[in-house]
């Protein structure tokens, strides 16, 4: 077991617990959390409490965590479109649908076991074994192109140039509305959000992130946009294109809003990634192509 024990402060008098622990273990889900205080894993002032008790002054919470049973994430022969190959770093065009790696409630069926297949024991080991190979993620319902590294030299080089913010990623996406600007950029910090934990939003508490954007065509009541990432927050280009009132089409999460048009998600696509190659130095830079779905959108579009 990992055992945490927090001390409830003044703010967070008479917060569930369940709420207050999701805040300051943001690793772990509200459900699961919950799940581990119906067990009696959750003890205020050493006595086993329900989900829905109240904090008082004074309050000392402690948590028991059980220690993850290992997972065996098993090889799947799942077809790939390799937009490039090497003996350091493998570049995907991920699907529609897929989850880049295993989590829970997705086991089987990610990108990780179908690079575990194809690259068989030839996958960076620096993410543990539910990540082998991954650097850097896109949302299941976004597609577009992906690196993944063979190597943990070639994941240390990656990692470090994502963290400089020197990997170029452009996107492209349609946005509810009319931009009023051909170009622009949302420079608003993001952190996890405060009311729902499965969200993140726009906080001056958060980490930095930036977004440079540019008109692509205009199509009556929306945009179709690029956008360039300055750094990689989770949901960035969805949560910052909401912030300023222009959410993506069909992200229910931060527009809110169901469209009359059939949509699996949001309209997003990683069309273009570029970096410098960890064993050559030399830049490199790769295109996926809109995918046909994205196409037909646009295409119905235009003609209204």
């Known amino acids: 077991m990992d055992n945490f024990e927090i001390k409830v402060e003044e703010s967070d ?14 690793s772990f889900s509200r459900s699961y959390i919950q799940d581990l205080i119906k067990k009696g894993k959750a003890c205020v002032n050493k006595k086993a409490v329900k989900a829905n ?7 000392i919470v402690d948590l028991a965590i059980p ?22 770093v493998i570049l995907i065009n991920k699907p529609k649908g897929m989850v880049v790696h295993p ?3 997705h086991y089987s069926g990610t990108l990780v076991n179908a690079l575990l297949y194809h690259c068989k024991d030839n996958l960076s080991g620096i993410n ?5 190979g991954i650097v850097h993620r896109i949302d299941m319902d976004t597609t577009g192109i992906i690196i993944a590294c063979k190597n943990d030299n070639a994941h240390q080089h990656i990692a470090k140039q994502l963290a400089e913010h020197s990997i170029t990623r452009k996107y492209v996406a349609i946005v509810a509305g009319n931009i009023k600007d051909d170009e622009g950029t949302v420079d608003a910090p993001i952190a996890r959000s405060k009311n729902d934990r499965k969200k993140m939003a726009v906080d001056k508490d958060g980490k930095r992130a930036v977004t440079h954007y540019k008109v692509l065509e205009r199509l009556n009541n929306y945009t179709y946009i690029e956008c360039v990432l300055e750094t990689g927050r989770t949901h960035q280009i969805r949560v910052h294109m909401s912030y300023i009132h222009h959410p993506l089409l069909g992200d229910e999460v931060y527009s809110g809003k169901k469209e009359n048009i ?4 949001q309209c997003l696509h990683a069309k273009v990634l570029g970096f410098i190659h960890p064993r050559t130095n030399e830049y490199m830079e790769f295109e996926a192509p809109v995918p046909d779905y994205f196409n037909e959108i646009l295409r119905k579009f235009r003609k209204n």
């Not at 994430?73 to 390799?82: G, K, Q, R, S, T």
């Not at 543990?128 to 082998?132: D, F, I, S, W």
């Open 262 to 265: 059939r949509l699996e998600g």
């Open 103 to 105: 989590a829970a409630g």
């Open 67 to 88: 220690k993850p049973e290992p997972l065996e994430i098993l090889p799947e022969n799942i077809p790939l479109d390799i937009v490039y190959e090497d003996d350091d």
């Open 128 to 132: 543990g074994v539910l990540r082998p």
């Open 53 to 59: 008790y109240r904090l008082r002054d004074g309050d």
């Open 13 to 26: 008098i008479d917060r569930r617990i369940d709420v207050f622990l999701a805040m300051n273990l943001e």
